[in-house]
């Protein structure tokens, strides 16, 4: 799969709420990442880890309390009307609840006409309404016909018709197969694959489960707690994950075949709060490599000589 440049850049992005109390929240924290033109990065974690905050940073939903997002050259806080409508365009979002972003009173024609209009003319909404119902694999005889009568998995299809409607180069699929059935899944997941390739997309796909992005991903990039722990070519993350995180929620994921061991590193306790994190490493309360030292440093995210990216003082 070809990669580019990078077209999205974070640098040092946190995200506060504010929470009961007057006490911060941090969402999001310190993160640096890219996507580079033409890749299909996958974000994980747990949830409550900050992986929708730090996508809605990434297209202006969310205010930075710290750092920067780069589109293409320019720093996204910084785009007043026209910029800020092109760049709405350029990055398109993918919900996981495919029918609470479709509007229940109007059919999917009408759906897709409102997107189409964005920027192709009145005369190209017929043809591009029936282009697009074919690239998402739906028949045309759909635009006729209302969110509500479709299933789940078709619902997510519609959204992805709308979503490719305005001609994005880059897409940001938020769980966009958590709420289906495990069944479907995978159709979607390869729909998304197939339309990333041939449409030359660039794809941040955010899942909780490890499993839905390993084969979808080129890089993969591990959150916990709003912070990154490991990021590097997908291969290296499934194969030999280095972080301790990761080997947890690898080991997680089911053995197919009933003859190999799991060696299983279960993950134990909950999250801790956000509002109040741990010291040091965030991750440190539920590791099974942490002492005392990983009470008293934060680590960083640091290049190892494989490729790939580590906050880890033990790892
Ligand atoms: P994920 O997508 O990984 O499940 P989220 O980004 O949704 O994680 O949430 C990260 C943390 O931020 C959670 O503790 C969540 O409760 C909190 N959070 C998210 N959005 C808001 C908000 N608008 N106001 C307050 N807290 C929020
Ligand atoms: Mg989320």
Known sequence: MSQGKSILQAQNVSVEFKAQGGRVLKAVTNVNLELHRGEVLGLVGESGSGKTT??????????LSNGTVHFDGSDISTLRRND?????????????DPYGSLNPRMNVGAILEEAITLTDSKEAVDARTV????LVGLPTESRSR??????????QRICIARALAVRPEVIIADEPVAALDVSIQAQIVNLLQDLQRDLKLTMLFIAHDLAVVRHISDRIAVMYLGRIMEVGPANQIVFS???????????????PDPTVKPNRQILEGELPSPIDPPSGCVFR???PLADAACAKQIPLLEARSDGRMVACLKA
Request: hydrophobic share 45%.
């Open 54 to 63: 730090l996508g809605r940073a990434l297209i202006r939903l969310a205010d």
């Open 84 to 96: 800020l409508r092109a760049f709405r365009r350029r990055v398109q979002i993918v919900f996981q």
């Open 285 to 287: 309360t539920r590791c």
């Open 241 to 255: 994950p280095a972080h301790p995180y990761t080997q947890a929620l690898l080991s997680a994921i089911p053995v």
């Open 146 to 155: 209302f969110p509500h009568e479709f299933s789940g998995g078709q619902r």
């Open 131 to 134: 282009e697009l119902l074919d």
